[in-house]
């Protein structure tokens, strides 16, 4: 079945510092979601893609979609400590199942 | 606040036992999803119903069981527990895509609060 892969698993950055996560996915997939969920919360959707090569922003955050819908890329400029938290790729094949992967933690010290 | 409410918010059970997790979707919402979270299994999907009906299953054991009733709240039961069953629970709804006053372009979830579960 589909395997939605994330790395990296941690990550501890300085306030002010960018931070990436990355997503790979064993299938096509025919959209992809990001999450994100804060110590001691639940997930809550950021954002969706659907298209080849798509990327959007959301102020200081981008999310990009591969050219063979396989993989996804949320990368943070300039990290404050109100984007602590876990950060979650999930994966959406022809299936109406979303398949999460494990999630990046990032730390960000201020 | 995402409007999915999830009772209760914590259990403490042994093993060998059954429990009801009970989860009401966002107002319009006709789908309920139930995922798994442990810190070493990341957000496992468990089954997906929509209005009613059981549409997708993950990686669900046998032991638990789920259904959503007439008035679109589900049930995730769960019985012969396992210490390995520890974990938190949660249930999210998503809008219907096309058609009807709450359809979204997106078919993104809208998670509950989760429910913790403590096998001892």
């Known amino acids: 079945g589909q395997q939605v892969m994330q790395i990296p698993q941690y990550q501890h950055v300085q306030e002010g510092e960018d931070f990436t996560t990355y997503c790979n996915s064993s299938t096509t997939l025919s959209n992809i979601q990001w999450y994100k969920q804060r110590p001691g919360g639940h997930p809550v959707f950021l954002i969706q893609?659907?298209?080849?090569?798509e990327v959007k922003k959301q102020k200081r955050l981008t999310f990009q979609f591969g050219e063979a819908k396989k993989n996804s890329s949320l990368h943070i400029t300039a990290t404050q400590t109100t984007d602590v938290g876990t950060y979650f790729c999930a994966g959406q094949d022809s299936g109406y199942a979303l398949n999460f992967g494990k999630g990046t933690s990032l730390l960000v010290t201020p | 606040d995402s409007g999915v409410t999830q009772t209760p918010k914590h259990l403490i059970t042994a093993t060998g036992q059954r429990v009801t997790l009970r989860c009401s979707p966002r107002s319009g919402d006709l789908s309920v999803y139930w995922y798994q979270q442990s810190l070493d299994q990341g957000l496992q999907f468990l089954i997906q119903?929509?209005?009613?009906?059981?549409?997708a299953k993950g990686n669900i054991l046998e032991r638990f069981s789920a259904q959503q009733f007439p008035d679109l709240h589900s049930e995730l039961n769960l019985s012969s527990l396992e210490l390995g069953d520890s974990a938190l629970y949660f249930c999210?709804?998503?809008?219907?895509?096309?058609?009807?006053?709450?359809?979204?372009?997106?078919?993104?979830?809208?998670f509950g609060p989760g429910t913790r579960l403590t096998v001892l």
């Open positions: 119903y929509y209005n009613g009906e059981e549409r």
């Open positions: 999210a709804s998503s809008p219907p895509t096309s058609g009807g006053l709450y359809r979204s372009s997106y078919n993104e979830q809208f």
């Open positions: 893609l659907v298209k080849s090569g």
